[in-house]
């Protein structure tokens, strides 16, 4: 079955551990990318990756990093997580970064 | 001014009803649009590509004008099932993404 997953998908952490949120694509997308949805702003994009080892800042950068080392894997990275951090986090892949996008489960991310 | 404007509503309408939804983008160099479903907590998933002679699923259709840089999805027969947000969603025109609108509600009632 074609599928984006996330784990964990529900994570309650305190600010400053480290932790990070997998995703894993099984439809041999180049592109992947990593929202973050909050109340009243939509989707909004972290980072996104257009194929292994590229990696490029979306519209909400600040405080997380990405790595895309295997074209199916791309994992989202909170060195040092505030509270301003909790938020659905939704992984998506596609072909391209114009087409269709298919998204993960989302991991509902809590910084206290 | 947001790139991707829809009225967030909700709305509320009765089983079988027509509703429609409007959507605006400021980026005229936008080349692919899409309807999203998205239902509470949960991912969003494709609706519908929205094409310039503007398509039909069923149910559902959608209309893109390119000179007023407006997309909209009509719904027919409304049932219950369609109770969810439906994000408005466009290529950004040169850069690879996606922009996505905050989505409008749409509640279907008996």
């Known amino acids: 079955e074609a599928q984006v997953t996330q784990n964990p998908r529900y994570l309650i952490t305190v600010t400053g551990k480290k932790l990070t949120v997998t995703c894993s694509q099984n439809?041999?997308?180049?592109?992947m990318s990593w929202y973050r949805q909050d109340p009243g702003l939509g989707l909004r994009q972290i980072y996104y990756?257009?194929?292994?080892?590229?990696?490029d800042k979306g519209d909400v950068p600040e405080g997380y990093k990405v790595s895309r080392k295997e074209k199916r894997n791309f994992p989202l990275i909170l060195e040092s997580p505030s509270p301003n951090q909790t938020s659905l986090y939704f992984c998506?892949?596609?072909?391209?970064?114009?087409?269709?996008?298919?998204f993960g489960p989302g991991t509902r991310l809590l910084v206290l | 001014r947001k790139e991707v404007e829809q009225d967030p509503g909700p709305f509320n309408v009765p089983e079988g009803a027509t509703v429609a939804f409007n959507c605006t983008y400021s980026?005229?160099?936008?080349?692919?649009f899409f309807w999203y479903r998205q239902d509470c907590r949960k991912e969003p998933k494709l609706l519908m590509s929205?094409?310039?002679s503007g398509n039909e699923d069923g149910r559902f259709t959608a209309q893109l004008n390119r000179a007023s840089q407006y997309i909209s999805l009509l719904i027919r027969d409304s049932k219950l099932s369609d109770s969810a947000t439906y994000l408005c969603?466009?290529?950004?025109?040169?850069?690879?993404?996606?922009?996505f609108g905050a989505g409008t509600r749409l509640a279907v009632h008996p």
């Open positions: 969603v466009v290529s950004s025109g040169g850069y690879n993404k996606l922009i």
């Open positions: 998506a892949s596609s072909f391209t970064g114009q087409e269709t996008q298919y």
């Open positions: 990756s257009m194929n292994v080892e590229v990696t």
């Open positions: 929205v094409y310039s």
């Open positions: 439809m041999n997308h180049e592109y």
């Open positions: 980026n005229s160099a936008s080349q692919s």
